[in-house]
């Protein structure tokens, strides 16, 4: 049984003709993974683009997306790494 866990991706595109090309782009490969998307955070300036996507699935998608997003001709980089899980700790008293 596989485990699914929380990821972050992170993808830096080149802002040249039409930078809502590239985004849009991104998305469409991001959609056809079999990830749950979480959260995502889009920076444009004049130079390049840099996305920020929280997702959850198994690391081979995950893998997957990032691999299909690598081969986009307007992408830098892109990279995936685990979220940290933080346990929080509740301590309830009687007196």
């Excluded at 849009?24 to 444009?44: E, F, P």
């Excluded at 997702?55 to 790494?81: F, P, S, T």
Aim: proline share 2%; charged share 30%.
């Amino acid at each position: 049984m596989v485990m699914e866990g929380d990821y972050s991706i992170e993808v830096v595109m080149s802002n040249e003709v039409n930078p809502l090309d590239a985004v849009v782009r991104a998305m469409n490969i991001i959609r056809r993974g079999k990830v749950t998307v979480k959260h995502i955070i889009i920076d444009m300036n004049d130079s390049v683009i840099k996305a920020l996507i929280r997702v959850r699935g198994e690391e081979d998608e995950v893998r997957w997306v990032c691999n299909k997003l690598d081969k986009l001709y307007d992408i830098v980089n892109v990279k995936y790494m685990p979220e940290e899980v933080h346990v929080n700790k509740v301590v309830i008293s009687n007196g």
